[in-house]
């Protein structure tokens, strides 16, 4: 059975790309447009990893992130940060509210797959 991951991102160029990587990898791939929608859909699908962005609508990644790891019933979904949020202190706040990785934009694909590859293996 093939590995779900839950793209949450609002812009749309950035869902079509990573939907079409992900998709190419092998993976199936669920979408979520705002962090309100990121939650219900991980909450009833629990997908094996999600690809969070930080500045959404309605809940910010660090808030859906922070919910995630503090429900028991989410404990295997992995979460990987991928946002324009670079600076050291979101960096380390997205990794301290749980998050297992934090990649910039914009990013090699190439690593995004090898990254997120070494994730789901764990």
Do not use: H
């Not at 447009?33 to 990893?49: H, K, N, S």
């Amino acid at each position: 059975m093939a590995q779900r991951i839950l793209i949450a991102d609002d812009e749309e160029n950035i869902v079509i790309s990573l939907e079409f990587l992900m998709k190419r990898e092998g993976f199936e791939v669920l979408i979520a447009r705002d962090g309100e929608q990121a939650l219900e859909m991980i909450r009833a699908e629990l997908p094996d990893l999600v690809l969070l962005d930080v500045m959404m609508p309605k809940k910010s990644g660090f808030e859906v992130c922070q919910e995630i790891k503090t429900d028991p019933r989410l404990g295997t979904v992995k979460i990987l940060m991928l946002t324009a949020k670079g600076r050291e202190t979101e960096i380390a706040k997205g990794l301290a509210l749980g998050a297992d990785a934090y990649v910039t934009k914009p990013f090699s694909t190439k690593d995004l797959v090898e990254r997120i590859r070494a994730m789901l293996a764990d």
